[in-house]
């Protein structure tokens, strides 16, 4: 089953993401969006190709969509390249419309491995949430150094103007939000 997450805009339109399997033949992957009826079943329209791995950070492929409005722009949070080591990382996109198009702001990802720093490793498949006094946290799994599993992790998210912030990723614990 390949990744899918939803996002209801503020006018109260359903959307589904996911990505196409493209990596698993040696082709590009995509993320698209498609609007969802009033009974989050049935899919409206066609569906909008958003983006593409088209940096060297990203590897083979972009995967685990998150769509999040913030200030009236459409940030597209994603995960590219390999989940199975340190490569793996966590980017974004920026959009004035939920079904795009979509601009990567940097070259860089938006939370990669920290060795120097003894933040995650391979930080991906995030999701955003909010907590009961309104602050944004980022959650995400990487890998723990001294096993051979992935953890889920927690950051706050905050914003510089248009620019989305996390001091991390931190290995120590965070409080629950």
């Known amino acids: 089953m390949l990744p899918v997450s939803s996002f209801e805009d503020q006018d109260g339109t359903q959307y589904v993401l996911w990505k196409n399997d493209g990596n698993c033949c040696g082709y590009d992957t995509y993320l698209y969006l498609q609007r969802v009826a009033a009974d ?21 492929l972009v995967e685990a969509p998150t769509l999040w409005k913030h200030n009236n722009k459409y940030y597209l949070f994603y995960s590219a390249n ?6 793996y990382a966590t980017g974004y996109a920026m959009a004035d419309a939920a079904g795009g198009p979509y601009t990567k ?3 860089d990802p938006f939370m990669e491995t920290d060795f120097q720093n003894g933040g995650a490793i391979g930080p991906g498949g995030q999701d955003i949430v909010v907590d009961d006094d309104g602050e944004t ?4 799994h990487s890998w723990d150094p001294t096993a051979t599993y992935r953890r889920v992790q927690i950051d706050e998210l905050t914003w510089n103007g248009d620019t989305p912030v996390v001091d991390g990723p931190d290995r120590t614990p965070q409080p629950k939000p």
């Open 40 to 60: 989050g079943l049935t899919l409206e329209g066609e569906p909008a190709q958003l983006i593409k791995q088209d940096q060297a950070w990203e590897g083979a």
């Open 82 to 87: 390999s989940y199975a080591g340190a490569s």
């Open 105 to 107: 702001p940097t070259n």
């Open 137 to 140: 946290w980022i959650m995400y």
